[in-house]
């Protein structure tokens, strides 16, 4: 999937993302949206998208929001503004493959179902590894693939309108787990259906 043709999608998706896949992904993000809560410290989160999220984090936390889809971010600036959100400090339009952010920046790094739909997830992985803090998180909620079974045969035949339903349904899990500065300390699954699943990696501290 190709950058442009993410800002395509999510340009029709962005008037009705909310009531549709937001809201088969709500239960998900407050989840781990609470668990981020638990921690300190300045948050990045990748593909804000319409803001979904912001008003779940609690205001000790300092959040930052990308994401590459204008559309998709007027909805979040409007929520901030809305909300009174201030501990939202930024709202960016940028590409998660060129992060302009400085090394070891950030507390948390969280990308909540987008990871299947952006280019290059590998290089997204080293970039979300290199703004983390030594001793960090950086946390992936996603769908991936299946190996058997009759939805790993499902995943098989969407998989070529990637580009069309705004995600990879046959994304494999190995993709994210790459980065050598990265080690898995958790993966459980997510409502709905567990479909989903909730992975946890912290960067570690000689990185």
């Given amino acids: 999937m190709d950058i442009t043709a993410v800002k395509t999608s999510y340009r029709y998706w962005a008037p009705i993302y909310d009531y549709t896949f937001g809201a088969i992904t709500r239960a998900g993000r407050r989840r ?5 809560n638990s921690r300190s410290g300045r948050v990045l989160e990748i593909g804000v998208g319409t803001g979904l999220s912001l008003h779940h984090y609690r205001a000790h936390l300092d959040v930052t929001g990308i994401d590459v889809s204008p559309d998709m971010l007027d909805k979040a600036r409007q929520k901030v503004a809305e909300r009174g ?33 952006v280019p290059e997830p590998e290089k997204v992985m080293a970039e979300m590894a290199r703004v983390c803090k030594p001793g960090g998180e950086v946390l992936i909620v996603g769908h991936f693939a299946r190996t058997k079974g009759a939805l790993a045969v499902l995943e098989r035949l969407f998989a070529p309108l990637a580009n069309v339903i705004g995600w990879h349904s046959d994304f494999e899990m190995e993709r994210v787990l ?10 459980r699954p997510m409502q ?16």
């Fill in 32 to 36: 781990t949206v609470e668990h981020i």
């Fill in 85 to 117: 959100l201030r501990h939202v400090t930024r709202i960016s339009e940028m590409d998660a493959r060129a992060l302009s952010f400085p090394d070891d920046h950030f507390d948390t790094v969280v990308a909540m179902y987008v990871i299947s739909v």
């Fill in 178 to 187: 790459g980065t050598p500065s990265l080690t898995v300390t958790a993966a």
């Fill in 192 to 207: 709905p259906f567990g479909i989903f699943t909730f992975l946890r990696q912290r960067k570690s501290v000689g990185a």
